[in-house]
């Protein structure tokens, strides 16, 4: 057959690339960025080029799994293995109750649309609310500070508008994804810096993005609500707030005041070993604005404190007046979201923690990020008959990414039920009772809604125009396998327990005010087509299903889209502009939450900690490991295809060269690297990049501890160097996963 060409989804990560597959044989055979796509303009990453190795990979299961009493698996058709999980299920919830089922869905699910919703729709449908999600131990803080801070309901500015722009811990241009708009990062962060904006960087190491910073700030980790509190003592010590939006949309501007006082750029820069100069200056720089906005990244969220850091950061966003007001344009009044319906008004703060489902095993509870992911552990473990007996692993790999991997693995071989959705056998399928053999990406339909659809969780994140494409799938499985879709997996459990399967939409915590996609309950009787799942899930969008799939590569779903003939879609001039308040609306953002002010008080009495000209000087020298991204993985998915990593299968440990040289190290040297809690191996690799007395690894690599010999083809686990119970936030369950004191030596 000759080689054909189709558009489509990059669906390796969240970012939702345009690309163009070659398909030969009907097999995948080459992946480029599209040069059509009006949003990415031909981007993709080496991760989505390697998508064809991924589907050609010769340990994909093509065949789902089943382990008997040996450990060893062998195949089992999908029907009989949804027979047999969902009678396994159902004997455990007659017996124990449904509480003793659980959902664990992973970062790997969120580019297919239809995965989670099901996922959820079958919990609730069997009475379980114990749904956990990466959102617990990946970014929690963002979840907490937007409902304590309250949201602004005619959203934030965006990126490709401003004028000034500040990361903490960020890097879009790895993790595409953070502030920067997915949708070739690069090359917006080029154009906004040739019409002049400012941006300013914090992290300890200078990152990708940081090399484009007008002002980078290299702090010792773990230090960002200390600079932050700085920077909001220096804007209202010299009067660089928005006093009439304070006037009339915030409560709290004196006891803030108060609690930031003493918090001055001389006390933030001691402890975070920066000059006093360089606070003042980002302070200044960020409140010249006028427009902007200020986030953080993942690596501050798992340090200390990471709810305070962004409930920090939202106050300097509106102490700054970093929100749209009446009249002005809404940059994305919605492709596959629902219309923009923006008021210039605040909607009121909201509990952020102790409503809903707790835990048995710990004093913990629901948050606004969800049930606490790093206690999942204690809570399978937990010795009282409301244990957790089934967990379900969607997209995910939890003996990788969990803390405390020592306690995970306990309590994977605890569960009376394991069933993971994997492609291939990793470190938590392997322990698996039953491993679901997924469709991979480019053999299903799919939408660019997760990229859109962030902007729903987090401040000034997803695309900033009414961008969205639609694929079909390019390519069929491999002849002969077996495999489904993730959501497949779901409805037929449900069919097979007589269970109704209803999809709930995403709740909005962030960005301008929207309307309504209703919940839907699929049919039981007849299974739904994927593309029929896609259109419920869809309802309300404010462009059309059907009128997105009329443009194969994509298309930004403005005026000037609606205006071209034979075109059903007409855009409303309601959408495009935030409404002014509603008469008589009293709520007010909130920048003095007593919760956060009395973490703040705490870090303010807190002795400062040991800093020598950004090296360690204890005796053994103790250092920070924070996380980090690399380019060629999405958290553990990616780390075997050869063609990516060119033979370097672990992840490194990062060092300054001044400190190998100090521990008598060199690139390549086996070391041990040890907390308080565990250690483990890694592989020294020189980063002058860093500051000094930082070691930066990935995180999610790694197996068990009885793999650790092959360190060099599987990497290391960072989880495994924390210890859960201990240095935890007490809203969130989240532990101390960055910004984690370890000693170094050669092994």
């Not at 010249?288 to 305070?308: I, K």
């Not at 596959?336 to 008021?343: D, I, N, Q, Y």
């Not at 690599?701 to 859960?724: A, V």
Request: glycine share 10%.
């Amino acid at each position: 057959m000759p080689r054909e060409t189709h558009p489509s989804i990059c669906r390796f990560c969240h970012a939702n690339c345009g690309i163009l597959v070659e398909v030969e044989d009907g097999r995948p055979v080459r992946v480029t960025g599209d040069p059509e796509n009006p949003a990415y303009f031909g981007f993709t990453c080496a991760k989505g080029r390697r998508l064809p190795d991924q589907h050609a990979h010769p340990d994909r299961l093509l065949h789902s799994q089943k382990r008997g009493e040996d450990g060893r698996f062998t195949p089992i058709a999908s029907e009989a293995a949804m027979d047999e999980i969902a009678a396994r299920i159902g004997e455990i919830v007659k017996r124990h109750g449904p509480r003793a089922v659980a959902l664990y869905p992973g970062t790997y699910s969120g580019p297919h649309p239809a995965s989670i919703p099901a996922g959820v729709g079958f919990m609730l449908a069997l009475g379980s609310k114990m749904v956990f999600t990466s959102a617990a131990i990946d970014q929690p803080g963002k979840h907490v500070a937007n409902a304590i801070h309250g949201r602004w309901l005619g959203g934030s500015h965006v990126f490709d508008e401003s004028d000034v722009w500040m990361l903490v811990g960020n890097n879009p241009l790895i993790s595409m994804s953070g502030g920067i708009p997915p949708s070739n990062p690069s090359r917006r962060l080029r154009r906004a810096k040739a019409r002049g904006l400012s941006l300013i960087v914090i992290d300890p190491r200078k990152t990708e993005v940081a090399r484009f910073a007008d002002l980078f700030l290299q702090p010792r980790a773990g230090e960002d609500p200390a600079i932050l509190a700085a920077m909001l003592h220096v804007v209202i010590r010299e009067g660089l707030y928005d006093s009439a939006f304070l006037l009339e949309n915030v409560a709290g501007f004196e006891a803030l005041s108060n609690a930031v006082a003493d918090c001055t750029p001389a006390w933030a820069a001691a402890r975070a070993g920066l000059d006093p100069f360089e606070i003042v200056a980002a302070a200044r720089l960020f409140a010249r604005g006028p427009r902007g906005c200020a986030v953080a990244g993942t690596g501050p969220n798992m340090a200390p404190h990471g709810n305070l850091t962004e409930y920090l950061l939202l106050c300097l966003n509106t102490l700054c007046g970093r929100w749209r007001r009446a009249g002005e344009r809404v940059p994305n009044p919605g492709a596959l979201l629902p219309p923009a319906l923006g008021k210039a008004q605040a909607s009121g703060p909201r509990p952020g923690w102790g409503k809903g489902e707790s835990l048995r095993s710990r004093p913990l509870g629901n948050s606004a990020a969800g049930l606490p992911t790093a206690a999942l552990s204690d809570e399978i473990l937990y010795e009282g008959d409301e244990r957790i007996r089934v967990l379900v692993c969607l997209g995910s790999n939890p003996v990788a990414a969990w803390p405390d991997q020592r306690k995970a693995i306990a309590a994977m071989k605890k569960l009376e039920l394991l069933v993971c959705l994997d492609p291939k056998l990793g470190a938590t399928s392997g322990l698996a009772h039953y491993v679901i053999a997924p469709k991979l990406s480019l053999e299903v339909p799919g939408l660019s809604v997760s990229s859109e659809g962030v902007e729903q969780t987090y401040v000034a994140h997803g695309y900033p125009e009414p961008y969205a494409q639609y694929t079909k799938a390019i390519v069929a499985p491999p002849p002969g396998a077996d495999v489904i879709e993730e959501w497949e997996f779901f409805h037929g459990l449900c069919r097979r327990m007589g269970l109704p399967l209803t999809c709930y939409p995403l709740r909005a915590e962030a960005g301008v005010l929207r309307g309504r996609r209703e919940a839907f309950a699929l049919d039981m009787q007849k299974k739904p087509s994927t593309d029929e799942d896609l259109a419920a899930l869809m309802n309300g969008s404010r462009v059309p299903l059907d009128e997105i799939k009329r443009h194969p590569h994509g298309a930004i779903f403005d005026a000037e889209q609606a205006a071209r003939p034979g075109t059903p879609f007409a855009p409303k001039p309601e959408h495009a502009v935030v409404a002014p308040a509603d008469p008589g609306n009293t709520d007010r953002l909130d920048v003095a939450n007593a919760d956060m002010l009395r973490e703040l008080a705490g870090i303010r009495r807190a002795p400062l900690p040991p800093v020598l000209e950004g090296a360690p000087h204890a005796t053994p020298p103790v250092f920070q490991l924070i996380s980090r991204r690399l380019p060629n993985v999405y958290n553990s998915s990616g780390r075997d295809l050869e063609a990516l990593q060119k033979g370097r299968t672990w992840n490194p440990a990062f060092l300054h060269p001044d400190d190998l040289a100090m521990l008598g190290l060199a690139d390549g040297d086996r070391i041990e690297i040890a907390s308080s809690h565990d250690s483990i191996l890694g592989i020294a690799e020189a980063a002058p990049e860093l500051r000094r007395g930082i070691v930066s690894m990935a995180h999610c690599y790694g197996d068990g501890p009885e793999n650790d010999d092959k360190l060099r083809e599987l990497g290391s686990s960072t989880g495994r160097l924390i210890d859960n119970l201990r240095d935890f936030d007490p809203y969130t369950g989240i532990p101390r996963m960055s910004a984690i004191d370890v000693t170094i030596r050669k092994a």
